[in-house]
């Protein structure tokens, strides 16, 4: 059930998104009276369609062929690689037959819908829920087995990466993998550090999820079991079976082991240390509660939801063009991270989630919106760079230059998804 819910998410994703894109490519042509001559979801091989239909001059359908969409603009080299097109005299409704500044506009039309497809997106989200955050300020880490080799240890509290003041504690990896971060200073205790940050490891930081875990304080805020009725709110659980408890995290493993079993613990109550037996339970557990990590809530009404939406909209285009300079730099490893629809599908949660699928969705089209602008022949970028090159010293490209750029374009994509499936493939085996 996991797999066809996660399976129809990114179905109905992948075709939203494509449906905007190639949108904005037909919305612009009609505008300058460009015609259009097939706007497709999916690829249509051989002229086979799983549904097509006609509205005015142009024909609509869904292809078979579950690889993207495409949008066929006569006149214009494209996907299509259509050369008979470009053996007849240019018309006053083709693509080729317009001025460079409409071409232009035509050919970023895909890109500019992606981007206001996410800011609408991002706008919606916190104009209903809001947005939650744990403030790094008052939150402390717990390393795991790459941090602790870095030098982090559990209870350091990050200040800052370099001269950068980290905001949300769930973005400190991110922060320091994107960042080029080369100090960390922390406070541990009444101290103050620095530690140094090995950019040699990076592809480890990348392979290795949830570096800093929130350290919860093993702290009680209520009880439940009868057996440990002792305890009272705001007791510390410094250790358990004469082993450190001081954070939740340390706890697990020393109680799982004394399941079922009677314990004596240390618990500091209003800065008094006292011993006293606990029953740990058949699972492992003491029966009580913990307090909540503080969270930082903000809500938004239909006004103040729209520069906070631009604003995520422009730190998420920051964030992904940082991931991106990492994808092209081959020492960080960060190619191996690349995914196709594969890895996109384990992105979505099990059950259906309107947040999570809107926030999701949001990503990706802004995913879609800046690959698209990377200036490689066959992507939206390589047509905007020829036409900016045109614009500037005034001279066209030949067609025959663009079919051979599409042609080079396409092997480059088909490169790249071919690597993604690796990717993707080589994850499931290990």
């Not at 994703?13 to 097939?38: D, M, N, P, Q, T």
């Amino acid at each position: 059930m996991a797999i066809l819910s996660r399976t129809l998410q990114v179905i109905l994703a992948l075709s939203l998104l494509i449906i905007v894109h190639e949108f904005g490519h037909f919305l612009f042509a009609k505008l300058f009276r460009i015609r259009v001559e097939k706007f497709y979801l999916f690829f249509d091989i051989k002229g086979k369609a799983l549904l097509r239909f006609r509205i005015g001059e142009t024909e609509f359908g869904i292809g078979w062929l579950p690889f993207g969409g495409y949008c066929k603009i006569a006149g214009m080299v494209d996907e299509s690689m259509d050369m008979d097109q470009l053996k007849r005299e240019p018309q006053p409704w083709e693509f080729r037959s317009h001025p460079a500044w409409q071409r232009l506009l035509v050919m970023a039309g895909g890109v500019l819908f992606n981007f206001i497809f996410a800011i609408i997106a991002y706008c919606s989200i916190l104009g209903i829920w809001g947005s939650a955050y744990i403030p790094n300020s008052q939150a402390s880490i717990y390393p795991n087995e790459l941090a602790a080799e870095m030098g982090f240890r559990p209870g350091d509290r990050i200040l800052a990466l370099d001269d950068y003041v980290p905001d949300d504690f769930s973005s400190l990896q991110a922060d320091i993998v994107r960042r080029d971060v080369r100090f960390a200073t922390v406070l541990r205790g009444d101290d103050t550090l620095k530690l140094y940050i090995d950019r040699a490891m990076v592809p480890q930081m990348l392979e290795s999820p949830l570096m800093f875990d929130l350290a919860m304080p093993f702290t009680v805020d209520s009880v439940m079991s009868e057996s440990n009725m002792a305890l009272r709110k705001g007791d510390e659980i410094l250790a358990v079976a004469g082993t450190d408890t001081r954070f939740l995290q340390d706890a697990r493993g020393v109680l799982a082991d004394h399941a079922g079993q009677e314990v004596s613990a240390t618990v500091s109550r209003d800065g008094v240390l006292m011993e006293m037996p606990l029953q740990v339970d058949t699972l492992g557990k003491l029966g009580i509660a913990l307090g909540m990590p503080p969270v930082e809530r903000k809500h938004y009404n239909a006004l103040s939801c729209i520069p906070a939406g631009l604003k995520l909209a422009g730190s998420t285009v920051t964030g992904y063009l940082q991931d991106l300079k990492m994808v092209f730099t081959p020492s960080t490893g960060a190619y191996k991270s690349v995914g196709s629809f594969i890895a996109i599908g384990q992105v979505f949660p099990k059950k259906w989630d309107w947040y999570r699928f809107l926030n999701i969705v949001a990503l990706l089209s802004i995913m879609l919106g800046v690959m698209n602008l990377i200036p490689i022949p066959g992507l939206d970028g390589g047509h905007i760079l020829f036409t900016l090159f045109e614009m500037i010293t005034g001279r066209k490209p030949s067609d025959k230059f663009l079919m051979v750029m599409q042609m080079i374009g396409m092997v480059l994509l088909l490169m790249l998804m071919v690597l993604a499936f690796g990717n993707d493939i080589s994850r499931l085996i290990h």
